[in-house]
């Protein structure tokens, strides 16, 4: 997963700087956040959350890696400094474990809510951009996501020489009042006085749909632009119902009538007795076969369009290994393999390619003379890399010592599908 974000923070200033951040730009992964469960759903921004985070080494993260999680897990404000490192990490850990199946279940709409999110991430980023430069700016943003409440102002002890040049808004009407109250003349300084930014949304429409009405918030969008950095605060759409209801009675009543086409192949992790248990109604006999050889039930609709009287025989897929990482790098003579790899939590084993990359033959002495170069590239059965070279001086029929040099390395990280079975649809 990549990183989305970082925290520059010290260790014996964290819990400081932890509650400053909390105030100001943290504000907005909170509401990125919002946004996804506002237009998917909130397992779909658990998911988001699970995967930025719980797929690395929680023991290993630094303390900015850590405050990273917290943000985004947790929310603002959230550990400091009334928790300890060890309590911090067991309480990340345990939401890890709390949340994993939820989050796999709708992985899918987390992919596709990333560019939602990522909005969030750029705003936060460039929010924290213009509080180094100490242009703090403060989103309050109400429940209902109606009223939104920004402050700008300059924390420093001298002149800013950054400017307010304006607010622009999509879905909202903002005014913006000066500290002295007086009419604005953009471009403004952001002095110690705060920029009061105060923007109401634009209502819901009523809409129709199968019959059923619903009230339609449209995207909304508010930017405050600087000299340095504009920071802008994305909405997403909103309905109220969030489904009409007549349209969601319709697809419930089509769902039983939904079946996979004949020849459908499905992989399960359930053995071929709990495929069938009662605990998993939609796998009938009739209708799901295993995928291993056997003789089909007379009349079968696969038989008819296939004219087979035996389901495909896919246990070879069992034994099957898939290439679930790779690393390709070069390696030095006398590392060990182990340092190559990567995810050490996923189930499988890896399988490793060394070559020629940078070795050269060592003679034995200055002569010229020489008959042949012998060069070495291999990895022993204790995953040591060898990447060395000697050359033969014919004249005193002798080898010059191995001299050490570099390898090409590759190496696959392999597992078998042996716990997944195929079952065919043949009705």
Not at 34 to 59: E, G, I, M, P, W
Not at 197 to 210: F, I, M
Not at 307 to 324: H, T
Not at 363 to 368: E, L, T
């Amino acid at each position: 997963m990549r990183a989305f974000k970082s925290f520059v923070v010290f260790a014996f200033l964290y819990g400081a700087s932890l509650q400053t951040q909390g105030q100001t730009c943290d504000a907005i992964i909170q509401h990125g956040l919002r946004n996804v469960s506002t237009a998917y759903s909130q397992d779909t921004a658990t998911s988001l959350r699970y995967f930025n985070h719980c797929q690395k080494n929680l023991d290993t993260l630094d303390s900015s890696k850590m405050a990273d999680a917290e943000v985004e897990i947790f929310g603002q404000g959230r550990g400091g400094g009334s928790y300890s490192e060890t309590q911090r990490r067991t309480a990340l850990q345990e939401w890890c474990t709390t949340n994993r199946d939820t989050a796999f279940r709708n992985q899918t709409s987390f992919q596709n809510a990333q560019s939602i999110y990522q909005g969030a991430v750029d705003a936060w980023s460039k929010c924290n951009s213009l509080k180094s430069k100490s242009i703090q700016v403060t989103p309050v943003i109400s429940p209902d996501n109606e009223t939104v409440d920004i402050g700008v102002v300059y924390t420093g002890n001298t002149s800013s020489g950054i400017r307010l040049n304006g607010v622009k808004a999509e879905g909202f009407a903002c005014d913006v009042t000066r500290p002295d109250n007086k009419k604005i003349k953009y471009p403004e300084e952001i002095l110690n006085l705060t920029f009061n930014v105060q923007c109401k949304r634009s209502a819901a429409t009523k809409e129709l749909s199968g019959g059923e009405s619903y009230q339609r918030k449209a995207r909304g969008v508010i930017t405050i632009q600087t000299s340095s950095e504009p920071v802008q605060f994305f909405f997403a759409e909103e309905f109220n119902p969030p489904l009409p209801v007549a349209q969601a009675r319709r697809i419930l009543e089509a769902l039983p009538r939904v079946e996979a086409p004949i020849g459908t192949v499905i992989a399960s992790a359930l053995t071929e007795e709990q495929f069938y248990s009662p605990n998993n109604p939609q796998a009938d006999k009739s209708k799901w076969l295993l995928a291993d050889g056997r003789q089909l039930p007379p009349g079968t609709a696969f038989e008819k369009i296939t004219g087979q009287k035996a389901a495909p025989d896919l246990r070879w897929a069992r034994e099957a290994s898939v290439v679930v990482a790779s690393v390709s790098r070069s390696g030095k003579h006398g590392e060990n393999l182990k340092g190559f790899e990567t995810d050490g939590g996923k189930v499988g084993s890896w399988l490793w390619m060394v070559g020629l990359r940078d070795v050269s033959g060592q003679r034995v002495n200055n002569d010229y003379e020489q008959d042949v170069d012998h060069f070495q590239a291999f990895n022993d059965q204790n995953g040591v890399i060898t990447a060395q070279g000697r050359t033969l001086n014919w004249k005193h029929s002798a080898w010059g010592p191995w001299k050490p040099g570099e390898a090409n390395v590759f190496g696959l990280f392999l597992r078998k599908q042996d716990h997944v079975r195929h079952f065919i649809k043949i009705n």
